[in-house]
Every structure is written in structure tokens, then in C-alpha cells.
């Protein structure tokens, strides 16, 4: 059975610090997601790596697929409140037709 | 606006009834996945179907079943509902028949059975 693991679940931070939320398995994926989630809503694409070793950025989201294919983190510099919600990585498997989820991390940016 | 609709925004009924939720997929996506997500669960696939066709299966209960219907649209339909099936429901596109370029997500259900 794959497994996203993400780490770590809860996070809550001042304005202006830096952070790195990290996806991990045991599994392979021929692609890797990332979404963000307000309450109410539903998750929002933010970026999909497929290579692995493979850096994309965001502004100041920074997004990287492990060499093996089996992780990913996603670095934040200087957060901002706007920054806060639920962080969900996504992990498609190599046949292409399953993608699992991970629990999320649940970050929040104090002012 | 993601493109992908969801009706009804919010669901209240009773243990034992039957729903059914709707969603309209984005323009031009051929593939609509259905997941729930619960505080203790988080996201769970539940069933993919691709121009028409069922195309994944996840841990969907037997009591749950879905379709797509010719112009694309599906309908998740919840019967015999329990009080551990209260959950969002979310509807999901995506232009091929894989989600590995990444989901086009609906604003969901809420389902409150009581």
C-alpha cells in the first residue's frame, strides 16, 4: 500500500520566518503534487514536479523532487498570513492512474 | 472559479436516506475523480471515470456508487447513510484519463448526516 507521510502536521509561525514542509514514501511516483486548502474550499494546485532532482519555484515557494522520486519539500521564505491554510502533497503512481494524498501540513502565519 | 461545479454546497439528511451529489467537470476535462475527506481521514480516492468510462476504483464502499454521464457530467450517489459518512466530498478534473499533471478540484460538498 503506498504512503505519503508529510511532516510536519502542524506548524505555526511569525510572519517573516522561513520554513520547509516535507512528503515523504517508500514508494516510487512518476509525478508529485503540491496543493494549498483554505477551510471551505477545495485544494488549489500550486506546482507538479516530474523529474527527479527537479527544483520549481513559486514566487517565494520553492519546490523540489527528491533524485529517487520517493520525497518532496516545500520551502517558504520570509511567510506571510496569506501564506496560512493546508498543504497537501500528491503522489501519482507510475502506472498513472492512482494518486494518493498525504494528511497535510496545517500552517499558520501570525502577523 | 476553478471550473469544476459542485452542487449541493451543503447536505443535511438523515442515517439511511440516499443522496446524491453532482459535479460538473472544467471545460474540456474528460476524467472526473470523487474524493472524501474527513478530520481523521484526510483526502480519499474514491472512484475515477474517464469519458464515460470507470477508469480507478479506490476504497469506495459498496454502498456508494457513481457514474459520467454522456456530457461529461458524474453523480456520486450515497446510500443507506451512516453518521461516519458525514465528510466533504470533492469533485476533481483533469484533461487526460491520469491526474499526474495535477487535479482541477471543485469546492466540494459538505454531507452532514445526523
Known amino acids: 500500500t503506498q504512503l505519503l507521510e508529510q511532516s510536519p502536521q502542524f506548524l505555526s509561525i511569525q510572519e517573516g520566518e522561513n520554513l520547509t514542509v516535507y512528503c515523504n514514501s517508500s514508494?516510487?511516483?512518476?509525478?508529485l503534487q503540491w496543493y494549498r486548502q483554505e477551510p471551505g474550499e477545495g485544494p488549489v494546485l500550486l506546482v507538479t514536479?516530474?523529474?527527479?532532482?527537479e527544483v520549481k519555484k513559486l514566487k517565494r515557494l520553492t519546490f523540489q523532487f527528491g533524485d529517487a522520486r520517493k520525497d518532496s519539500s516545500l520551502h517558504i521564505t520570509a511567510a506571510q498570513p496569506g501564506d496560512t491554510g493546508l498543504y497537501l502533497c500528491?503522489?501519482?503512481?507510475?502506472?498513472?492512474?492512482?494518486?494518493?494524498f498525504g494528511a497535510g501540513t496545517r500552517l499558520f502565519v501570525k502577523a | 472559479d476553478s471550473g469544476v461545479t459542485q452542487t449541493p454546497k451543503h447536505l443535511i439528511t438523515a442515517t439511511g436516506q440516499r443522496v446524491t451529489l453532482r459535479c460538473s467537470p472544467r471545460s474540456g476535462d474528460l476524467s472526473v475523480y470523487w474524493y472524501q475527506q474527513s478530520l481523521d481521514q484526510g483526502l480519499q480516492f474514491l472512484i475515477q471515470?474517464?469519458?464515460?468510462?470507470?477508469?480507478a476504483k479506490g476504497n469506495i464502499l459498496e454502498r456508494f456508487s457513481a457514474q459520467q454521464f454522456p456530457d461529461l457530467h458524474s453523480e456520486l450517489n450515497l446510500s443507506s447513510l451512516e453518521l461516519g459518512d458525514s465528510a466533504l466530498y470533492f469533485c476533481a478534473s483533469s484533461v487526460g484519463g491520469t491526474g499526474g499533471r495535477g487535479y482541477t478540484f471543485g469546492s466540494g460538498t459538505r454531507l452532514t448526516v445526523v
Open positions: 471515470y474517464y469519458n464515460g468510462e470507470e477508469r
Open positions: 500528491a503522489g501519482t503512481d507510475t502506472g498513472g492512474f492512482k494518486t494518493i
Open positions: 514508494s516510487v511516483f512518476s509525478s
Open positions: 514536479v516530474v523529474t527527479g532532482g
